[in-house]
């Protein structure tokens, strides 16, 4: 179960890139961020929802699912903080005279 949620995992993250790399930008220039673009907005005029932005969208929620889903099954299957680097770290170390070089 494991090897089909990172393959789809894996999947999902390269399809993601893909998609986001594929949209066009914006105009994003510092002015624009700040309603240079003549509206009231944040972050200017929205337009119609287009194909690669619903797929954005469906992406990332399905990237987000399968983290949490792989996150979840790796704390149940070797036990939460087992391997952890707190649980491995050594006596405390106390201060003393620095090492003369």
């Known amino acids: 179960m494991e090897t ?3 393959v789809v995992h894996i999947l999902v993250c390269l399809f993601l890139i893909g998609v986001i790399l594929l ?3 914006q105009a994003g220039d510092l002015a624009s961020a700040f309603g240079g ?3 009231q907005t944040a972050f200017g005029p929205r337009g119609a929802q287009t194909v690669l932005g ?3 969208i469906v992406c990332a929620v399905v990237f987000m699912i399968t983290s949490i889903t792989l996150a979840v099954m790796a704390t149940r ?3 939460a903080g087992i391997n952890s680097v707190l ?3 050594s006596a405390p170390v ?3 005279k620095p090492a003369k070089h």
Request: positive net charge; hydrophobic residues 30%.
């Open 77 to 79: 299957t070797r036990g």
């Open 37 to 39: 673009m003549g509206s």
């Open 54 to 56: 619903k797929a954005t």
């Open 4 to 6: 089909i949620v990172v």
């Open 94 to 96: 106390k201060p003393g």
């Open 23 to 25: 949209q066009s930008g």
């Open 87 to 89: 649980s491995h770290a």
